[in-house]
């Protein structure tokens, strides 16, 4: 029974090593390759690609000429848009037209904030060369950490866009970019949601004595978009394979192969 205990330890610290010296690299690099197409997707300047000048035009509309926008998307700016849409007071409906111009572009943060943890992904995987040799599983355990933990962000930046209030929106520096200006009781929004660009008009309105707001949006679809968050998605499962991989053998608490040693994660 010693034996075979000592013959099955045997094969698993040389599987273990195995799996050290060959299939992590591997495995990291078929991440990277993966990372690095996503990267090439975005309209922004990252890792060697240059997409910053990529333009795309869109129409985001409703029925009934409330609301249409029709804007010019270059790299992670909205730089030209014509806006028009009905706001009702004291039950009289009012168009109201501004435009955005290419002197004072509308920022679009989220593409710049994806952008950047995609960017920190990628250095996490560069910072250990096909040549490193990794000492522990926990090593490689915090290394993929960092790694999901960098798409994790970039993916959400795009999915979950950040609340914000009526006083928020109102004082946005975005708000700025418009021509003519709105009045105090309007605010409008630009913002990704997944794999669309939504437009956003908020109106403060009293109502029994009391402030709200009102809201009504447009939306269209922005094809990089959902080729970026497809390629996040992937590199973020191929990154969790690996790691459970990894956590099989994490679990050996005195597993030594030649100098380096299984730790069992916390």
Known sequence: MVDYEKAETA???????????????KGLDQIHQILVECARRFPVQLYGHDNSSKQDKFVLSVPADQLKCVVTLTGDSITHADINFKVTRQNSATMVRTTIHTEYPWKLQQVQDAANHLQQAIYHIDDVGKNYKFKSSDEVLHILGNILGSLQRGRTSLIVPRKKTMDDLIKSRNMKSLSPNLSEDLAISFYIQSHKLIF???????????????????????????????????????????????????????????????SPIN
């Open 11 to 25: 094969n698993l610290q040389q599987e273990f090593e195995w799996v050290l010296d060959q299939e992590i690299h």
């Open 200 to 262: 956003a008009i908020y109106q403060l309105v009293h109502s029994h004595g009391e402030m709200k707001y009102e809201s009504s949006h447009a939306e269209c679809s922005v094809p990089w978009l959902n080729e970026v968050l497809v390629l996040f998605t992937v590199g973020l499962q191929l990154c969790q394979q690996l790691k459970d991989k990894i956590c099989v053998f994490s679990q050996y608490k005195d597993f030594t192969v030649g100098s380096r040693s299984v």
